[in-house]
């Protein structure tokens, strides 16, 4: 009786112990920490719109294009490895946003194949404000008291049109987070933003006043060079349209 009772005891102990190298195994474990996630599609014109209101600009909303999205991802195979060059690549070094503006079929007169982009892009979304040099003075003109002279006189200062746009382009090395390179994008174009009018005082018989709002659409697409050992961009296009509010 006496050597059945040890043996209990023993056994006891036995899975006493065991229960706490278990425990013991199961609390040790290191924690995986969470790998921190590209915002998704949808937020990028919520990031653009936070950044400019950072800065107390509050005339731009978040919007969300699908036809922008799909436009971008379909002109970006328009991009060779030829494109890559070191003039290219000095441009990017700096981790810098660069505004693809278009002159002829060059971007900034140096890049044919950031050219081409650009001027597929913007046949695809079909902009009313022409393309200027820089991106802040593109914006302004979409202000109804505007005249665009590439449309004639007077053009965008008809205030009764309603859902006008402009298309920019920008492209940024890929080792740059997406947030970061909106937040330049915001720099960018704030200017512009700022002297975006809300509301447009007609002088005629009726004396009209119509307001507006604007909505910013972005779309974000990798490339990669094959023949670069990888060496990658993201092409980043904002659409800003202009749309009147009753």
């Not at 005339?59 to 970006?76: F, I, M, N, P, R």
């Not at 505004?99 to 650009?118: D, E, K, R």
């Not at 003075?137 to 002279?149: F, G, K, Q, W, Y």
Request: charged content about 20%.
């Amino acid at each position: 009786m006496k050597l059945k009772k040890i043996a209990s005891l023993a056994f006891a102990g036995i899975m006493a112990v065991s229960m706490l190298a278990g425990c013991a195994t199961t609390s040790n474990e290191p924690e995986q920490p969470n790998q921190p996630e590209e915002p998704s599609t949808t937020n990028y014109a919520a990031l653009l719109q936070e950044d400019l209101e950072d800065e107390s600009v509050l005339k731009l909303k978040a919007g969300d294009s699908s036809k922008l999205q799909s436009s971008l991802e379909t002109v970006v195979g328009y991009v060779g490895n030829n494109a890559v060059t070191d003039e290219f690549l000095d441009t990017l070094n700096d981790g810098r946003v660069r505004y693809i503006f278009t002159t002829g079929n060059n971007w900034g007169g140096t890049n044919l194949a950031m050219g081409t982009v650009n001027n597929k892009l913007r046949d695809a979304m079909d902009p009313e404000v022409t393309q200027l040099p820089s991106a802040s003075e593109t914006v302004r003109h979409l202000s109804p008291e505007i005249a665009d002279n590439a449309c004639g006189w007077g053009c965008l200062a008809d205030y009764k049109r309603n859902g006008i746009n402009t298309t920019l382009l920008f492209v940024v090395d890929r080792g740059v987070k997406v947030e970061n390179a909106i937040d330049e994008i915001a720099d960018e174009i704030i200017e512009g933003v700022k002297g975006l009018n809300t509301a447009y005082d007609h002088i005629d018989d009726k004396g009209d006043t119509y307001n507006y709002e604007y909505t910013a659409s972005v779309a974000v697409a990798p490339y990669y060079f094959d023949a670069m050992h990888g060496i990658g961009v993201n092409f980043i296009a904002v659409d800003i349209v202009r749309s009147i509010t009753y």
